[in-house]
């Protein structure tokens, strides 16, 4: 009886890791399709990369009198922050082209995912032509009036014949107008340049406009009010751009504190694994393996997306017609189910392991637990940026992000930005 019961054990053992690997290979062919689709499909890029080059725009219009505040400004805004900001746009409307292109070339291919490809043309089109005006504005604060009209005329002319991007083509009329010689003054200037451009942009146009309609009033209202905002982003600026360099200088100089005392005491280091408790872990490879594939893998990215589509379909439900709050909560929802579907997993396959043995994810407010969470943020940081600049370099944009990330920065709702947070 118990050779028999052995035997029946290693069979099961057997088929179950038969399963596992045919499993296994079906989730690497799934996975590698949905990251080959993700880089060669077009995705809708946020405006995070130009964020800190607004800033720039906005805070080096402060008039400060304080020579040392000046030169501070100076040293942190650059010497030329508009040819910074020309050069910034035209990297990212080359990148945005680039993927407009694509996202074309896909859509002419019969697919249950055109319609979404349609979508994703039309965000494109519509934010190349929001560059253009953007650009425009930049060319003519270089003296290049002459490029800055060619510009505006090819985002008429694209815009022109989009359903749905009417404003943006007017209003790059609008612009064109302004820089014309003669001027030329439509009776909705104001309100286009105010609809459609922000920020930096926003006062050189109306700038222009108020100049030009010698209208000295409300220039002089439009100076008073750039300036709160220019200082105010000078501030922001300082914390976006000076907090990160500062927990990077941290963060390098405790690698090297920590690399010299492990060249140093070695064994008596603080990150010697000779002084860190071993956990002696009961489950095997094997136990690794099925969380791995059935949990995080077959259930999280392919059995729930799955389930969740047929739901769509089926009911007639389509988040992209939710609004910017809404939409940023169900994509909140969508990763705690995809989160839970692989916990439920873990927990099953390490439920026989119970009870834990003492200390394991003990919570305690006693200890050094903070300090060492500190530490290792600030030691993650300066490698964080390297392989940030690493990626950037070698895949350029392409493979999407965080869905909540443009949503959050875009529509500029703090309730959308909390749930990204």
Excluded: H
Aim: charged share 15%.
């Amino acid at each position: 009886m118990p050779v028999r019961l052995t035997v029946f054990v290693e069979g099961v053992m057997t088929l179950k890791r038969l399963i596992l690997i045919v499993l296994t290979v079906g989730v690497v062919f799934s996975v590698g399709l949905g990251l080959w689709q993700s880089f060669s499909q077009p995705q809708f890029q946020s405006r995070l990369e130009l964020y800190q080059t607004n800033l720039v725009l906005q805070a080096s219009e402060w008039q400060e009198t304080d020579p040392n505040l000046a030169a501070s400004s100076k040293a942190l805004l650059g010497g030329e922050p508009v040819k910074a900001g020309v050069e910034a746009y035209e990297t990212f409307r080359r990148s945005v082209q680039k993927n407009l292109e694509r996202a074309q070339s896909f859509t002419k291919i019969s697919s249950p995912e055109t319609e979404n490809r349609e979508v994703s043309v039309s965000k494109l089109e519509q934010l190349l032509t929001e560059l253009d005006l953007r650009l425009g504005v930049l060319q003519t604060a270089q003296g290049k009036v002459d490029e800055a009209q060619k510009i505006w005329a090819d985002a008429i002319q694209r815009a022109g014949s989009q359903p749905g991007l009417e404003s943006l083509s007017k209003t790059a009329g609008v612009l064109s107008g302004l820089w014309s010689q003669p001027p030329q003054l439509f009776p909705d200037a104001e309100s286009r340049i105010k609809k459609n451009l922000d920020g930096w942009f926003r006062f050189r146009a109306l700038s222009q406009l108020y100049t030009l309609q010698q209208r000295q009033d409300s220039l002089n209202e439009l100076q008073a009010e750039e300036q709160p905002l220019a200082e105010r982003a000078l501030k922001r600026l300082a914390i976006v751009g000076g907090i990160p360099i500062l927990g990077c200088l941290m963060g390098v100089g405790l690698l090297l504190c920590l690399g010299g005392q492990w060249l140093i005491q070695r064994k008596q280091s603080l990150i010697s694994p000779d002084g860190i408790p071993v956990w002696s872990v009961p489950w095997d490879a094997e136990t690794i393996w099925q969380v791995l594939i059935l949990g995080f893998f077959l259930v999280g990215q392919i059995l729930f997306p799955f389930l969740l589509q047929l739901v769509q379909a089926t009911s007639g439900f389509n988040p992209a017609a939710l609004g910017e709050r809404a939409k940023a909560f169900y994509i909140l929802i969508d990763y705690i189910l995809l989160a839970t579907g692989g916990l439920a997993v873990l927990y099953l396959s390490i439920q026989r392991f119970f009870p834990l043995p003492e200390g394991w994810f003990r919570v305690s407010l006693r200890g050094n637990w903070l300090l060492w969470g500190f530490g290792g943020y600030f030691a993650a940081l300066p490698l964080v940026i390297l392989v940030s600049l690493v990626n950037q370099a070698i895949w350029k944009g392409q493979g999407g992000s965080n869905p909540i990330l443009p949503i959050a920065l875009e529509g500029k709702d703090n309730v959308a930005l909390a749930v990204f947070s």
